[in-house]
């Protein structure tokens, strides 16, 4: 296996394998525990933990590797942003770990959320980001808008219609 090649990669509800939810805490807040978002290792598990639901929102995918490790995850979640509490339900908490990113597990982890929210009924799903919105955008989202956050922080609005 080379480093193009990350092996079989398979996506689960994380609630089925509850030992990854401080591994994917923890690649949370090496991402985003820093200010306007909580420093405490400790907020981004429990997050984490409470986002791990299994019938309805929140629930979070995690994909693992052939070895059993958690390599990123993602949620789908009621609310995100205070600023569009008109629209629902969002995309939240997308990570890859850094040494496995541009090998198609974050697209396979989105396509799972998207399948599922789909079956579900939601005709339109709603991330906020920086940086990503092009992964998104090469996911097929449409960008609606970008807007200034309470916390002072730009966010970009994309959105997908299922």
């Known amino acids: 296996m080379n480093d193009r090649d990350p ?16 591994a994917v805490g ?5 991402e985003w525990g820093r200010p306007p978002e909580p420093v405490e290792e400790a907020f981004w598990v429990e997050v984490t ?23 990123g995850a993602v949620a789908l979640i ?15 908490g997308m990570i890859v770990r850094a040494d496995r990113r541009r090998q198609g597990t974050g697209r396979r982890l989105v396509a799972r959320l998207e399948d599922w929210a789909r079956a ?4 339109r799903l709603w991330v ?5 919105a092009p992964f998104y955008q090469a996911c097929g989202w449409e960008l609606s808008e970008r807007l200034s956050l ?12 299922l």
Not at 7 to 21: E, N, Q, S, Y
Not at 78 to 92: G, M, T, V
Not at 150 to 161: D, F, Y
């Open 7 to 22: 092996g079989p990669v398979t996506v689960h509800l994380l609630a089925d394998i509850p030992r990854h939810i401080a």
């Open 26 to 30: 923890h690649m949370r807040w090496q």
């Open 49 to 71: 933990a409470r986002e791990a639901g299994r019938g309805g929102l929140p629930i979070t995918w995690v994909a693992v590797d052939a070895a059993g490790e958690a390599l």
């Open 78 to 92: 009621a609310y995100d942003i205070a600023e569009r509490r008109d629209r629902s339900p969002w995309l939240a």
């Open 120 to 123: 579900q009924g939601y005709q």
């Open 128 to 132: 906020a980001t920086g940086p990503a």
């Open 150 to 161: 309470a916390s002072g922080e730009e966010a970009t609005v994309l959105s997908r219609q």
